[in-house]
């Protein structure tokens, strides 16, 4: 019992050291248990220098992903694989008319002949077309094979006899660009089957010429042909086009304006996340890389409400 008692008996002065040890300790306690001690400040993710800090990482992995892009080189598109095809965006349909013709041990010699064996559009043949490489004595031949054609073409008249007879001329139905018919664009030198069918193609996708500047644009249409087309046919009535607001349409709506591409969609649709709406069209100058001297025709199809 003695043994026990000298561990507990401590003198008035050890015991009041002991309670106030013990009252320190609850305080600090309390002080713990209450006391929030979280950062209170928080960053506001939508303030400029975020924005401006994550648009930068935007722009850099946009750089990176451009870079990583395999590059294109010339080739021969007889010898286009399912792969390289697929790479080229032409559809497992494309690929197969073009396989299948040479199963039969053909070669297509020019772009026109490839395009009519896989029958790819006018926008992807203008894209990978640039790319062709054809051998040195298939594009002499074809440029001899042109020639001989432009000067058969130019004989515009028939010898009968010992006289020349003029070919009989199609009596134009409309003079006004956007009624005129196929058989009214070949009355113009230089203007076939070929072209008068792509412009009338042209046209319908873009509902119709609002700029005597458009025509240009159809694939294959020399300058010249073009002038002489626009010294008979006249915008003399605009098309009614249906335009889309731009602060809501969809994505894949805005990919519809022949004049965008997936890029610049991206970008139309990054800038009016940024400002929430558009107040005026004309914002769409103020993104980063857009194709001002495009603007008065990308506008035709587009407009802020």
């Given at each position: 019992?003695?043994?026990?008692?000298?561990?507990?008996?401590?003198?008035?002065?050890?015991?009041?050291?002991?309670?106030?040890?013990?009252?320190?300790?609850?305080?600090?306690?309390?002080?713990?248990?209450?006391?929030?001690?979280?950062?209170?400040?928080?960053?506001?993710?939508?303030?400029?220098?975020?924005?401006?800090?994550?648009?930068?990482?935007?722009?850099?992995?946009?750089?990176?992903?451009?870079?990583?892009?395999?590059?294109?080189?010339?080739?021969?598109?007889?010898?286009?694989?399912?792969?390289?095809?697929?790479?080229?965006?032409?559809?497992?349909?494309?690929?197969?008319?073009?396989?299948?013709?040479?199963?039969?041990?053909?070669?297509?010699?020019?772009?026109?002949?490839?395009?009519?064996?896989?029958?790819?559009?006018?926008?992807?043949?203008?894209?990978?077309?640039?790319?062709?490489?054809?051998?040195?004595?298939?594009?002499?031949?074809?440029?001899?094979?042109?020639?001989?054609?432009?000067?058969?073409?130019?004989?515009?008249?028939k010898y009968r006899g010992n006289s020349y007879h003029n070919t009989p001329k199609h009596i134009i139905t409309s003079t006004d660009i956007n009624k005129a018919s196929q058989e009214d664009f070949k009355t113009i030198y230089g203007v076939g089957e070929k072209l008068s069918e792509r412009i009338i193609k042209y046209r319908s996708k873009l509902?119709?010429?609002?700029?005597?500047?458009?025509?240009?644009?159809?694939?294959?249409?020399?300058?010249?042909?073009?002038?002489?087309?626009?010294?008979?046919?006249?915008?003399?009535?605009?098309?009614?086009?249906?335009?889309?607001?731009?602060?809501?349409?969809?994505?894949?709506?805005?990919?519809?304006?022949?004049?965008?591409?997936?890029?610049?969609?991206?970008?139309?649709?990054?800038?009016?996340?940024?400002?929430?709406?558009?107040?005026?069209?004309?914002?769409?100058?103020?993104?980063?890389?857009?194709?001002?001297?495009?603007?008065?025709?990308?506008?035709?199809?587009?407009?802020?409400?």
């Open positions: 019992m003695k043994l026990l008692k000298s561990h507990f008996w401590y003198n008035k002065s050890q015991r009041n050291g002991i309670f106030l040890l013990v009252i320190i300790i609850l305080i600090f306690q309390a002080i713990i248990f209450f006391t929030d001690f979280s950062s209170e400040g928080k960053i506001d993710m939508n303030s400029p220098e975020v924005v401006a800090f994550r648009n930068q990482i935007d722009s850099l992995k946009r750089i990176e992903l451009e870079h990583r892009k395999p590059k294109r080189y010339p080739f021969n598109p007889n010898y286009i694989t399912d792969y390289k095809g697929e790479q080229l965006g032409m559809s497992l349909n494309e690929i197969d008319r073009l396989l299948t013709f040479r199963k039969t041990n053909k070669f297509v010699n020019s772009k026109e002949e490839f395009q009519k064996v896989t029958k790819v559009s006018d926008t992807l043949l203008n894209k990978i077309a640039p790319y062709f490489k054809f051998p040195d004595w298939v594009v002499e031949r074809n440029r001899n094979q042109q020639s001989s054609i432009n000067t058969i073409t130019s004989k515009t008249k509902q119709g010429f609002s700029l005597n500047s458009q025509l240009f644009e159809v694939w294959g249409l020399k300058k010249d042909v073009a002038e002489k087309v626009l010294k008979t046919f006249k915008i003399i009535e605009k098309p009614i086009i249906k335009k889309e607001n731009v602060n809501i349409v969809t994505f894949r709506q805005l990919l519809k304006n022949p004049y965008i591409d997936y890029e610049l969609c991206k970008k139309i649709f990054d800038y009016r996340d940024q400002v929430a709406e558009l107040q005026d069209i004309k914002e769409l100058i103020n993104i980063e890389g857009f194709p001002v001297d495009k603007y008065d025709r990308i506008v035709l199809y587009l407009v802020a409400e």
